[in-house]
């Protein structure tokens, strides 16, 4: 069952008067997301990423094209799915003079929340998110990360079946982005929360990710999984190699697509290392070259991104 299905959707947006500009942010994008998964939306800055999800999150409606979330369509059933949504931004903005505490509490009375029920909400999501010490701080009185933190739990008060996040851990420490990321994780685990993200992290990506669309210029050019498109772009493998003396001729060895050299090691990238590397091996050795080291991988996320960025 699907969370999302998207169909040819289209959006552009308009500036100027005299001279009047067009940006197409939104070209003819289609796109399925199941319930329960979470999926990642790649792409360069500019590709139409935050456009996306905030049509999918109701905040934009479509120019054309047809959007169906939670089985409902997202311009005619808007109201009714906004209690249902959640969004939380890289770049939070909330009103600077409103204490923690106070931020979480306005928005789960957005969201129907009183009394009891709303003051057990707000702990627990200042305690998920490790803002108990900060909690009558002022707004503007926080660092990049804290604000971060804050619009996640913000964006978990109404208990969402699906969430939007955008850049969710943009400006946050190395080991709170690894809580952040355990905690996203553990959403869609514990929850059965579906979940659409975007993110510049690729590593980010392929922990969190079931599957990831990559975005550019408003059109999806592939999406699967991280292996998927791995095998979609046609990158090949790598085989590194420390050996000595140097062989050159690796290069123009068949099957080799390119070769890079760095401290001591040889990575050559090839079109099936299970078929190439027992060749390479077998000539190594012949040629009396001692091979110190072998490693094979499949390329990473962040080559198949800069594949298809360009």
């Known amino acids: 069952m699907l969370a999302i299905e998207a169909r040819d959707v289209e959006k552009t947006f308009r500036a100027g008067w005299i001279r009047r500009r067009q940006t197409e942010a939104l070209r003819g994008v289609s796109l399925a997301v199941p319930r329960g998964a979470i999926v990642g939306v790649l792409g360069?800055?500019?590709?139409?990423?935050?456009?996306l999800l905030s049509i999918f999150a109701t905040l934009l409606t479509p120019d054309r094209g047809s959007v169906t979330i939670l089985g409902h369509d997202v311009v005619r059933d808007a109201p009714a799915l906004?209690?249902?949504?959640?969004?939380?931004?890289?770049?939070?903005?909330?009103?600077?003079?409103?204490?923690?505490g106070e931020i979480v509490a306005f928005y789960g009375r957005l969201y129907g929340l009183y009394g009891?029920?709303?003051?057990?909400?707000?702990?627990?999501?200042?305690?998920?998110?490790?803002?108990?010490?900060?909690?009558?701080?002022?707004y503007n009185e926080l660092s990049t990360g804290l604000k971060q933190r804050?619009?996640?739990?913000?964006?978990?008060?109404?208990?969402?079946?699906?969430?939007?996040?955008?850049?969710p851990t943009l400006g946050l420490d190395p080991d709170v982005s690894v809580r952040v990321r355990a905690h996203i994780a553990s959403l869609r685990r514990e929850r059965g929360m579906t979940i659409v993200l975007t993110t510049h992290?690729?590593?980010?990506?392929?922990?969190?990710?079931?599957?990831?669309?990559?975005?550019?210029?408003?059109?999806?050019?592939?999406?699967?999984?991280?292996d998927d498109l791995k095998r979609q772009i046609g990158l090949g493998d790598v085989i590194a190699l420390r050996v000595e003396p140097r062989a050159t001729w690796l290069r123009t060895a068949p099957g080799v697509l390119r070769c890079a050299e760095s401290d001591g090691w040889v990575?050559?990238?090839v079109d099936d290392a299970e078929k190439r590397l027992p060749d390479l091996l077998r000539q190594l050795l012949a040629e009396g070259r001692t091979v110190k080291s072998v490693q094979v991988r499949e390329p990473e996320l962040e080559e198949v991104f800069v594949e298809l960025a360009r």
């Open 116 to 138: 009891a029920t709303l003051r057990r909400r707000v702990d627990e999501l200042i305690e998920t998110f490790e803002l108990t010490s900060h909690r009558h701080a002022q």
């Open 44 to 51: 360069p800055n500019g590709a139409g990423k935050t456009t």
């Open 150 to 167: 804050l619009a996640l739990a913000k964006a978990l008060v109404n208990e969402p079946e699906l969430l939007f996040l955008d850049e």
């Open 201 to 226: 992290y690729m590593r980010e990506a392929e922990e969190l990710c079931d599957e990831i669309a990559f975005i550019k210029g408003g059109r999806i050019l592939a999406h699967g999984t991280a």
């Open 82 to 100: 906004r209690r249902r949504l959640n969004m939380a931004s890289g770049r939070p903005s909330f009103l600077w003079s409103l204490r923690v």
């Open 267 to 269: 990575e050559c990238t």
